[in-house]
């Protein structure tokens, strides 16, 4: 489970290091007013340097071992790295996104493993692969219009990208796992989740995907959605295994708070 239950050996062993660097990214971030634009970029690499300790890519130099492989949704409201503490420690990420977080890539009209995904899990060879959807999820919403009836004026790149997440929100409205008679941001927040064990199942159903490989379904909640702290990532699937009782008998006690599900 993403060694969660040996996580204090590693925090302690690395304290020292993420605390300074904590530090040192955070202090100019509340004295400095960051520009918009190409300074602005400048800027904040030139904090983010500034901050790393000097042994920061040491162990990185001749090559990658992710230990974990993460899709999630292109949203700028989604940190993508911040939610696993990913900036603190070089390689521990592989990290494609995607609007609506998909695993899933059509090619040539057959529904596959999208490639990036699988490059983190089968090239990189991480032991982890981890789906993470969002709440008030834009292409969620895009492919619920479309679901709905309404038609989209979008260019063909997203059409496509789409296309996938448009047949699970159907299916999702017609199963009993989604509240319709809601207002719609919950259903958008319902869907998404479902979104989300879509592409976990389709991952462990998938010959490309090596059996010995973990896969975990989280939810990130910026929202206050799931009832508790916001920013927090959800755990709502463990391998297929989606009932909330049974998840919170595979994570340690202290973290049971952080297995929740919004669907019925």
Partial sequence: MLGVGDVSGVVDAKTTQRASMNTALQSPVNKYSFSNGLTGLLQRNQVWTNALPDDYFSDVQNGQAPSVTTVCCS?????????FLGALEAGFLF???NIGNKA???VEGERVVDGDFLYGLEKADSENGVVVGHTDCGAITAAYEIATGNQLNESAGIRQELEVLVDIVDDGLKSDLVDTETKDLEVINQLAEYNVHRQVQFLLDSDAVSEERNL???????????GGMRGRTYLVNIDGETDPCQLKQQVPNRYEEFVQSILH
Avoid: H, L, T, W
């Fill in 95 to 97: 990290k494609p996104s």
């Fill in 216 to 226: 975990y379904g989280f939810v990130y909640d910026f929202q206050g959605a799931y």
């Fill in 104 to 106: 899933i890539s059509i």
């Fill in 75 to 83: 949203d700028s409201r989604v940190s993508q790295e911040g939610m």
